[in-house]
């Protein structure tokens, strides 16, 4: 009777923990699981829902071609020793809700999960994907107690590939000759740096006019809200979970990647003690480099403002969690 039982197990496999089990959440770990780069745990507060996920994504392997474990659950000791905790749990702002009110649930909701996720993972990464997202990763790098180069957020690998969608629909290109460039917050006041955005190596303020990208840029900003008002039911995740996904590669395959994320600050731009979106280089030790772009008057002054927002709205969160 033939045997497998003495050949090798695979040993040394990274894992990813995804807290939080919903669109972004489970469309991440398909991803993770697809390309092959880590066994995934998804965690999630509703009962069976990651489970149940995790199931489905399992009974996808043979089809897919890849042989990583997804494993569903609500309890934190399953992601122990992760390499990786991706923070996507909270919710999505509804129609009518304000952004305090949004500040406020997801505030409560990141401290629990990085309290929680970090006494099982002290010597992860952590990603944060939760709105608004330059102040919960803030409050995710105070929760955690972690160094600065350990905790980041995802929203400047998808603003930026969303500015570099736009510009190769708009003139008619291989988006794999765009390169985009977007700094600042995940929010309205996000700065498009057109001058860092090229087609094939060429700037595109040499091939757009002002008005043309002035236009795609205020579509990149309003990039979320377009389709959330397209699906009426929900907001985008596909981008989203691709995005984090090439975050998680760069660190896991050390890539030294350079892809803008929310960073900690500590002069860089003239800021201080702030997550904003910057351009860094990102690896197996987690943001390696924060990278200082020369920037004009008019750059600048954007940059700053999109940081007086975010620094306003962590006082804010700070001040309701404090009276909770
Ligand atoms: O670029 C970016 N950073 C973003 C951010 C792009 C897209 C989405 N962005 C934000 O990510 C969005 O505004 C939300 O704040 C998060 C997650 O978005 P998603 O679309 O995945 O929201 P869902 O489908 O509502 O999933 C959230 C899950 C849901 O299953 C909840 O049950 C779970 O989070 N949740 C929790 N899990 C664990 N622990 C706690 N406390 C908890 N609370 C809610």
């Known amino acids: 009777m033939a045997s497998f039982s003495n050949l090798p197990i695979a040993c040394n496999d990274h894992r990813v923990s995804i807290i939080g089990g919903g669109k972004v959440g489970s469309t991440l770990a398909h991803r993770i699981a697809q390309k092959n780069l880590a066994n995934v745990v998804l965690l999630d507060v509703v009962e069976g829902m990651p489970q149940g996920i995790a199931l489905d994504l ?3 392997q043979g089809l ?15 992601t122990a020793s992760s390499d990786i905790v991706v923070i996507t749990a909270g919710i999505p702002r509804k129609p009518g809700m304000n952004r305090d009110d949004l500040i406020k649930i997801n505030a409560k909701i990141v401290v629990e999960v990085a309290q929680k996720a970090i006494v099982h993972s002290p010597d992860a990464l952590y990603i944060v994907v939760t709105n608004p997202l330059d102040v919960m990763t803030y409050l995710a790098w105070q929760t955690t107690g972690l160094p600065t180069n350990r905790v980041m957020g995802m929203a400047g690998v998808l603003d930026s590939a969303r500015f570099q969608t736009f510009i190769a629909m708009e003139l008619g290109v291989s988006v794999t000759d765009v390169r985009a460039l977007v700094i600042g917050s995940h929010g309205d006041s ?3 740096l057109p001058r860092y955005s090229t087609v094939g190596g060429i700037p595109i303020t040499e091939l757009m006019d002002a008005e043309t990208i002035k236009r795609l840029s205020d579509r990149t900003r309003n990039g979320g809200a377009e389709i959330v008002s397209l699906m009426r039911t929900g907001g985008a995740y596909t981008a989203p979970a691709s995005a984090a996904c090439s975050m998680v590669e760069a660190i896991l395959h050390n890539q030294s990647r350079v892809l803008p994320a ?7 731009y003239g800021l201080n003690d702030i997550f904003i979106g910057v351009p860094t280089r990102l690896g197996c ?10 920037l004009t008057d008019t750059e600048r002054a954007a940059l700053h403002e999109s940081a007086e927002s975010v620094r306003q709205n962590i006082e804010l969160a700070w001040a309701m969690l404090g009276n909770n």
């Open 58 to 60: 399992m009974q996808a």
């Open 190 to 192: 996000m700065v498009p």
């Open 64 to 78: 897919d071609y890849h042989n990583r474990e997804i494993k569903g659950t609500n309890d934190y000791a399953d």
């Open 285 to 294: 030790r987690g943001i390696e480099t924060v990278i200082e772009l020369d």
């Open 262 to 268: 929310a960073a900690y600050l500590q002069g860089e």
